[in-house]
T-cell receptor
Framework: KQEVTQIPAALSVPEGENLVLNCSFT??????LQWFRQDPGKGLTSLLL?????REQTSGRLNASLDKSSGRSTLYIAASQPGDSATYLC????????????FGQGTRLTINP | EPEVTQTPSHQVTQMGQEVILRCVPI?????FYWYRQILGQKVEFLVS????????KSEIFDDQFSVERPDGSNFTLKIRSTKLEDSAMYFC?????????????FGNGTRLTVT
C-alpha cells in the first residue's frame, strides 16, 4: 500500500529565505507526483506536476524535483513571501485508469514578515 | 480560468439523513473524482468516475455512497444514511483526458457536519 510522508509537519521562516519541503513515498510505481497548496478552509490548488519520467519541474519561484527510485520529491521555494504561507501537500498518482492520488499529511508553512 | 464549483459550502445534517453534495466540474474535463479530508487528517480518495461509470473506488466508498452525473454539467455524491464519522470536508475534482500529464483541479469543498 502506497504511503506518502511529508517532513517537516510545520515550518516557520522569515521572509526572503529559500526553503525546501520534503516528500517521500514507499512505492516507486507512480504515474506522476503533484504538489498542491491548501489555504485554510479552501480547496487544493495545483502548483506543479512531475510525470514519472521527469526529474523536475519549475514554475516561477517554485521548483520541484523527483527521484522515483529513492521515493523522494522536494519542493524548493525561492525568496519566500508572506503570501506563500499555506499548507503544501504532496500527492502521488497510482490509479491505473484515472488519477487516484495518495496524499501526504502536508507541511504547514508560515512566512514571517 | 475555469474552476470546479461545489455547493453547498457547508452542510449540517442529522445522523441517518441522506445528503447530496453537488459539483460542477470544468466543462471539457472527462474524469471526475470525490476526495474527503477528515479534520486533521490526510486527504483521501473516495471514487473516480469516467464515461458515466465508476472507474475506481476506495474501501471507504461503501454501499452508503453513490455518485451520479445526472446531466452534462453536474456531478453529485450521495450519502444515504449519514454517520458521525462522515463528518469531513468533501472535495470534488476533475481532470482532462490527458490524465497523468495534467493536474487535477479541485473545488473549494463542502464541509459536512453530521450531528
Amino acid at each position: 500500500k502506497q504511503e506518502v510522508t511529508q517532513i517537516p509537519a510545520a515550518l516557520s521562516v522569515p521572509e526572503g529565505e529559500n526553503l525546501v519541503l520534503n516528500c517521500s513515498f514507499t512505492d516507486s510505481a507512480i504515474y506522476n507526483l503533484q504538489w498542491f497548496r491548501q489555504d485554510p478552509g479552501k480547496g487544493l490548488t495545483s502548483l506543479l506536476l512531475i510525470q514519472s519520467s521527469q526529474r523536475e519541474q519549475t514554475s516561477g519561484r517554485l521548483n520541484a524535483s523527483l527521484d522515483k527510485s529513492s521515493g523522494r520529491s522536494t519542493l524548493y521555494i525561492a525568496a519566500s513571501q508572506p503570501g506563500d504561507s499555506a499548507t503544501y501537500l504532496c500527492a502521488v498518482s497510482t490509479g491505473q485508469g484515472a488519477q487516484k492520488l495518495v496524499f501526504g499529511q502536508g507541511t504547514r508553512l508560515t512566512i514571517n514578515p | 480560468e475555469p474552476e470546479v464549483t461545489q455547493t453547498p459550502s457547508h452542510q449540517v445534517t442529522q445522523m441517518g439523513q441522506e445528503v447530496i453534495l453537488r459539483c460542477v466540474p470544468i466543462s471539457n474535463h472527462l474524469y471526475f473524482y470525490w476526495y474527503r479530508q477528515i479534520l486533521g487528517q490526510k486527504v483521501e480518495f473516495l471514487v473516480s468516475f469516467y464515461n458515466n461509470e465508476i472507474s475506481e473506488k476506495s474501501e471507504i466508498f461503501d454501499d452508503q455512497f453513490s455518485v451520479e452525473r445526472p446531466d452534462g454539467s453536474n456531478f453529485t455524491l450521495k450519502i444515504r444514511s449519514t454517520k458521525l464519522e462522515d463528518s469531513a470536508m468533501y472535495f470534488c475534482a476533475s481532470g482532462t483526458a490527458a490524465r497523468y500529464n495534467s493536474p487535477l483541479h479541485f473545488g473549494n469543498g463542502t464541509r459536512l457536519t453530521v450531528t
